[in-house]
């Protein structure tokens, strides 16, 4: 059974500060997704990583993909408060259904 | 595009009574997916449908059916609500090409509350 971990659960933290968020996962796949959902919201996705060594930005975030550590990392470079929310990491667990298990979800407040 | 609709946004249930969740996407996505969401969780699979004709049950079915009308639409029902299903439901579609998947498109959710 694939398990999807990810630290920290709650993360706060000053504007202009950098952190990563880390995604673990226990079954090997090659494809792997980040999430982000505004309270009381949807989920959107933010990034799509298909291969090892994959490396995607959007503004002040990065994620990047290890297959073999079996680890992403979502990256943010000096917060603002606007990227207060939850972010998702979710992995493939079959490919041939489509089947997604998702991480408990990084909760993430920035503050002034 | 509308991308994926759910109806309806809110709803109260007493214990026993039945209701169906309805989901449609216009983007012409081959898989679609149902999943609930508990406060302070991520999110669990409740059924999926890797394609038109095809349903299957994901991690947490019990309690719940679900009819995959046409390529659009993928319906929840639940047939005796109980309190343990108080949450919040969310249906997702994603594109597929042979063994190729994109990331998941979701709806603003159907908030459940059953007394």
């Known amino acids: 059974e694939l398990k999807v971990e990810q630290n920290p659960l709650f993360l706060s933290m000053q504007e202009g500060k950098n952190y990563t968020i880390y995604c673990n996962y226990s079954?090997?796949?090659?494809?792997l997704y980040w999430y982000r959902q505004d309270p009381g919201k949807s989920l959107e996705s933010l990034f799509v990583l298909l291969s090892n060594g994959a490396v995607k930005q959007e503004g002040r975030l990065m994620a990047s993909l290890d297959t073999k550590a079996r680890l992403s990392t979502l990256h943010i470079t000096a917060a603002v408060h606007d990227l207060s929310a939850t972010y998702f990491c979710?992995?493939?667990?079959?490919?041939?259904?489509?089947?997604?298990?998702f991480g408990d979800g990084t909760t993430l407040t920035v503050k002034p | 595009n509308a991308g994926v609709t759910q109806t309806p946004k809110f709803q109260v249930l007493k214990t026993g009574q039945s209701m169906t969740l309805q989901c449609a996407q216009d983007?012409?996505?081959?898989?679609m997916y149902w999943y609930r969401q508990d406060p302070g969780m991520g999110l669990r699979l409740i059924y999926y449908s890797a394609s038109e004709g095809t349903t299957d049950k994901g991690e947490v079915p019990n309690g719940y059916n679900v009819s995959r009308l046409n390529k659009r639409e993928f319906s929840l029902r639940l047939e005796s609500a109980a309190p343990s299903q108080t949450s919040v439901y969310f249906c997702?579609?994603?594109?597929?090409?042979?063994?190729?998947?994109?990331?998941?498109?979701f709806g603003p959710g159907t908030r459940l509350t059953v007394l």
């Open positions: 979710a992995v493939d667990i079959d490919t041939n259904a489509g089947k997604s298990t």
């Open positions: 997702a579609s994603r594109k597929s090409t042979g063994s190729s998947y994109n990331e998941q498109f």
């Open positions: 079954t090997t796949s090659d494809r």
């Open positions: 983007m012409n996505h081959n898989s």
